[in-house]
């Protein structure tokens, strides 16, 4: 017998809370999570992640392990030869992944060249120019009169940044203070098998105290808490962070089972093992159980940020109304009410 459903009256703008009437029965007002999951499995979603790093601390790896598949620049493009670029060459490969039923449009960004030089100065700047013009790609499509039902999403939903495990670099702090404010940050330790636990835990205090330091605002952000649960999930999260992992795309046999991990004279690092690195935290934070989070802050936080005054609703003009200076909108968006002539 289906449970009954339940009648709450709220006053305007109230939430909603206890003390709810019951139904004679049943509705069917949860079958919408069912209409969601079917129509999001029609369509597909798409997620779209930035790894950045000195070169040799294994990101393609890292993004292999994370989606268990070759999806990374590298592995999309064998037999050439891996060379440092004099400038940040930004290169993004786009795969479909399906796991039962539902795809995900999937694009990772490989930041080659960043860190690698011996004049680092400004070499955050192809990272912003691009992170911004998917901002403005977006916002080209959605002040369009005649738009799109789907509008194509190529933002950047989290920027994975691999700190060494030998310490956190100046250029490290400046880039994650400048690039925080624009798209959501997480920060993680490569390579961590090369430390030792002692070793581990006196490097994630010491970026952390760094972190505070400079006021860098990393993933999860408190400021966008939405509920206490969720404030204590992110701060479980956040005393984590940054991730210690190690990356693997091999498999291996431990105990008569095939195991992730990376072979070494002393024996098998699992990847998945979370008594070996943290790498089961990172796929969990975004993948698991804070993908759509990522998404909603960008689109919410991040783009609102990004788009300009024109974009907003336009206020209540009374008598005497004067447009504010300021730059014109483009000319694809809809053009607003002419302003009556000054008496």
């Known amino acids: 017998m289906e449970a009954p459903a339940v009648l709450e009256e709220l006053?305007?703008?109230?939430?909603?809370?206890?003390?709810?009437?019951?139904?004679?029965?049943?509705?069917?007002?949860?079958?919408?999570?069912?209409?969601?999951r079917v129509k999001t499995m029609k369509t597909g979603f798409e997620f779209n992640i930035m790894v950045v790093g000195q070169s040799g601390l294994g990101k393609s790896t890292m993004v292999n392990t994370l989606f268990k598949s070759k999806v990374s620049r590298k592995a999309s493009q064998p037999g050439q030869e891996e060379r440092i670029p004099k400038t940040v060459q930004l290169q993004s490969v786009t795969h479909v992944i399906e796991e039962k039923g539902v795809k995900m449009k999937l694009t990772v960004t490989d930041t080659p060249g960043f860190g690698d030089q011996i004049n680092n100065e400004n070499c955050w700047d192809p990272i912003i120019k691009y992170i911004n013009e998917q901002y403005e790609r977006y916002l080209r499509e959605e002040i369009l009169i005649t738009r799109k039902r789907k509008i194509p999403d190529t933002r950047v939903h989290g920027l994975r940044v691999l700190c060494t495990p030998h310490g956190l670099r100046p250029l490290d702090l400046e880039f994650m203070r400048r690039l925080s404010k624009i798209v959501n940050v997480v920060p993680v330790i490569a390579k961590a098998?090369?430390?030792?636990?002692?070793?581990?835990?006196?490097?994630?205090?010491?970026?952390?105290?760094?972190?505070?330091?400079?006021?860098?605002?990393?993933?999860?952000?408190?400021?966008?808490?939405?509920?206490?649960?969720?404030?204590?999930?992110?701060n479980v999260i956040r005393e984590k962070i940054p991730f210690a992992v190690v990356g693997a795309d091999q498999e291996h046999q431990v105990n008569g089972r095939r195991v992730l991990g990376r072979k070494t004279k002393w024996g098998i690092i699992e990847v998945e093992n979370p008594t070996h690195c943290e790498f089961p935290m990172l796929r969990d934070l975004l993948i698991r159980s804070h993908l759509q989070d990522l998404k909603d802050i960008t689109h919410n936080v991040h783009y609102e940020s990004y788009r300009p005054p024109w974009c907003l609703p336009p206020p209540r003009r009374g008598p005497g109304w004067v447009p504010a200076p300021g730059p014109p909108p483009p000319s694809n968006c809809e053009p607003s009410p002419a302003a009556p002539a000054p008496r």
């Open 11 to 36: 006053p305007p703008g109230a939430a909603p809370g206890k003390g709810a009437h019951e139904l004679f029965g049943y509705v069917g007002i949860e079958a919408v999570l069912d209409q969601m």
């Open 193 to 234: 098998d090369t430390l030792t636990l002692e070793e581990r835990a006196e490097f994630k205090q010491r970026i952390q105290q760094d972190l505070k330091a400079h006021a860098i605002s990393v993933y999860p952000q408190e400021d966008f808490d939405e509920d206490p649960d969720d404030r204590l999930l992110n």
